[in-house]
């Protein structure tokens, strides 16, 4: 018998026999992540007419967690030698009353505190709003409803008047009448951390006074008391999907000039 030919059948067999592992496809898939910051913020970059020697607001930051879960955070800066930054929370205030006749209300506009009083009907004397800040030091708005003119300014020692031509006269101050409808819009970064406020409305003819004293009349006694801001703490937190309103407030040493861009890191 040929050898050669009986061999063939047992090499067939071999190649038969033997398994091979083939590795299985089942196929492939893939996410594209638009990935955001979870904190974000608005803010205003310049202050005009900053003098050495002087503590300045800086304008309410809002910073905003867009996050589901609450962030600790951190705020840094880097002021040059001779500028202190401290950072304030914003505990914001309301307020809101009905008192003979006038309906008075404080609201939180964010960057602002906005006083309204609305007459229950129509008055038979013009309309009339005071809203004053920490007398008698201080300042107060007035809003006429007649016509002619619808705010003005003046300093409690009665040698500053300024009439507000149109209600945005002045960046800080915003007066508005509608009707029997007043309002006065103080910007924030123009009140202290703490202040006094009174005010007082013109009903026919009658000096209403807005106050949380059960006797007495005048500003000495009719004044409200207000926290607006607290020293941050750092690290401080911000609740989930939440804001909250921050206020740089810089102290200048004398001396001090030129350009400072001064930038805070919330981290």
Known sequence: MNKKLMLLPLFAVLIVGTVFAIPMFY?????????QSSITFDCDDTLEDVWDGSVVSGDVCIVTNNA??????NATNDAEEGIDVKYYKDNGYAY???????????????DSLKWTYTYSDTPTHTPKMTVAID???????????????????YAV???TEVL????????????TTDDNVLSVSIKKSALNNEFKWHGYANLDGSQVWINDQETGTGYEVNQFEVTLRELL????????????AITPVYTISPGVSGEQVIETTIA
């Open 27 to 35: 196929g492939m898939f893939s996410h594209t992540m638009n990935v």
């Open 68 to 73: 589901p879960t609450e962030r600790s955070l």
């Open 96 to 110: 809101s009353a009905d008192i003979a006749g006038v309906g008075v209300e404080v609201t939180d506009e964010e």
């Open 135 to 153: 007398y008698p030091n201080g300042f107060a708005i007035t809003t006429f409803d007649d016509g002619s003119h619808n705010g003005w300014y």
């Open 157 to 159: 020692d009665g040698e």
């Open 164 to 175: 507000l031509e149109g209600s945005e006269a002045e960046d800080w101050v915003v007066t």
């Open 233 to 244: 703490d750092n690290p401080f937190v911000i609740l989930a999907e939440s804001s909250l």
